[in-house]
T-cell receptor
Framework: RKEVEQDPGPFNVPEGATVAFNCTYS??????FFWYRQDCRKEPKLLMSVYSSGNEDGRFTAQLNRASQYISLLIRDSKLSDSATYLCVVNMRDNDMRFGAGTRLTVKP | EPEVTQTPSHQVTQMGQEVILRCVPI?????FYWYRQILGQKVEFLVS????????KSEIFDDQFSVERPDGSNFTLKIRSTKLEDSAMYFC????????????FGPGTRLTVL
């Protein structure tokens, strides 16, 4: 099993759609979890941390299921500006961060 | 807003040459990292650095790589003898002591080895 695994997509959705990304990780001792977005040829930027209780930031909702070693990101009412690659990131230990390969999202008018 | 900076933005070198990639982390940050991303592939962790020593390194970070904080502001990654497969985007990141999970990335240096 890969350390961090994501559906590569691409996801092509119309504006206003709801889209969900999934991620699984292999190391049950992993400490913390994040979603980053990466625009083409740019650096990753933190979108949100993921907590066991689930957390929401505007149109974005992240959830963590430690028992299933599964993380999700839901984007509601998607905008053109949401088009990017979404990276699932897992802190394995002491800030050894492992990135998934990313899920590409394209939001179309 | 403070940001991580990296120089140069693009470095072209011949195979076998040494390169030094430079980063200036956010000024009050104490943890520093290097990552690489080969074109079309995932971001890969190379090394983390704290208190003037390496705290973690990946299997990629072999004897050809070294890191240094030569002064109070710069954080460098040296590749001793570059190979074609070292061609990638190299990202530096830093975190503060208070929020060690929140990594701020620099814009990256694109390294091309010919």
């Amino acid at each position: 099993r890969k350390e961090v695994e994501q559906d590569p997509g691409p996801f092509n959705v119309p504006e206003g759609a709801t889209v969900a990304f999934n991620c699984t990780y292999s190391n049950s001792a992993s400490q913390s979890f994040f979603w980053y977005r990466q625009d083409c040829r740019k650096e990753p930027k933190l979108l949100m941390s993921v907590y066991s209780s689930g957390n929401e930031d505007g149109r974005f909702t992240a959830q963590l299921n430690r028992a299933s070693q599964y993380i999700s990101l839901l984007i509601r009412d998607s905008k053109l500006s949401d088009s990017a690659t979404y990276l699932c990131v897992v802190n394995m230990r002491d800030n050894d961060m492992r990135f998934g390969a990313g899920t590409r999202l394209t939001v179309k008018p | 807003e403070p940001e991580v900076t990296q120089t140069p933005s693009h470095q072209v070198t011949q195979m076998g040459q040494e390169v030094i990639l430079r980063c200036v982390p956010i000024s009050n940050h104490l943890y520093f990292y290097w990552y690489r991303q080969i074109l079309g592939q995932k971001v890969e962790f190379l090394v983390s650095f704290y208190n003037n020593e390496i705290s973690e390194k990946s299997e990629i970070f072999d004897d050809q790589f070294s890191v240094e904080r030569p002064d109070g502001s710069n954080f460098t990654l040296k590749i001793r003898s570059t190979k074609l497969e070292d061609s990638a985007m190299y990202f530096c990141a830093s975190t503060s002591l208070q929020t060690t999970d929140t990594q701020y990335f620099g814009p990256g240096t694109r390294l091309t080895v010919l």
